[in-house]
């Protein structure tokens, strides 16, 4: 396959979320996110802050919640539905609902990271 140079502004790729539920076991949920291609620079500045905070050494300007980076990332989805099964169609409002069930964001944001293949590298 040829390499294009100009990329698109987007990509899908599947996301799995692992969330608890009663009786101490968890449930699996798989949907497709949209990420945001990035510039490089920007990848390698959340790399950075990432690196940091594990060491407990990024100051206040150097923190990068989870949440916060999500929303960065996160610009679509298929595969998201309410309790009656019916598609919910990505919006701000649903993101932020969303990031709002505990792990979720942090979830969001490993799934990215296994797409650009970062977790498989060396510090």
């Given at each position: 396959?040829?390499?294009?140079?100009?990329?698109?502004?987007?990509?899908?790729w599947?996301?799995?979320?692992?969330?608890?539920?009663?009786?101490?076991?968890?449930?699996?949920?798989?949907?497709?996110?949209?990420?945001?291609?990035?510039?490089?620079?920007?990848?390698?500045?959340?790399?950075?802050?990432?690196?940091?905070m594990?060491?407990?050494?990024?100051?206040?300007?150097?923190?990068?919640?989870?949440?916060?980076?999500?929303?960065?990332?996160?610009?679509?989805?298929?595969?998201?539905?309410?309790?009656?099964?019916?598609?919910?169609?990505?919006?701000?409002?649903?993101?932020?609902?969303?990031?709002?069930?505990?792990?979720?964001?942090?979830?969001?944001?490993?799934?990215?990271?296994?797409?650009?293949?970062?977790?498989?590298?060396?510090?």
């Amino acid at each position: 396959m040829t390499f294009v140079l100009k990329q698109s502004v987007s990509y899908t790729w599947p996301i799995t979320l692992v969330i608890p539920v009663d009786g101490g076991r968890r449930e699996k949920y798989t949907f497709d996110g949209e990420f945001r291609r990035l510039p490089q620079t920007r990848i390698n500045e959340i790399i950075k802050m990432a690196r940091a905070m594990e060491r407990n050494r990024a100051s206040d300007d150097e923190m990068l919640e989870d949440q916060d980076a999500a929303r960065e990332i996160l610009m679509g989805w298929s595969g998201v539905v309410d309790d009656n099964a019916k598609e919910i169609p990505f919006s701000e409002g649903a993101l932020s609902q969303m990031l709002e069930i505990p792990t979720v964001a942090g979830q969001i944001v490993k799934a990215w990271f296994e797409s650009l293949d970062v977790a498989k590298r060396k510090n």
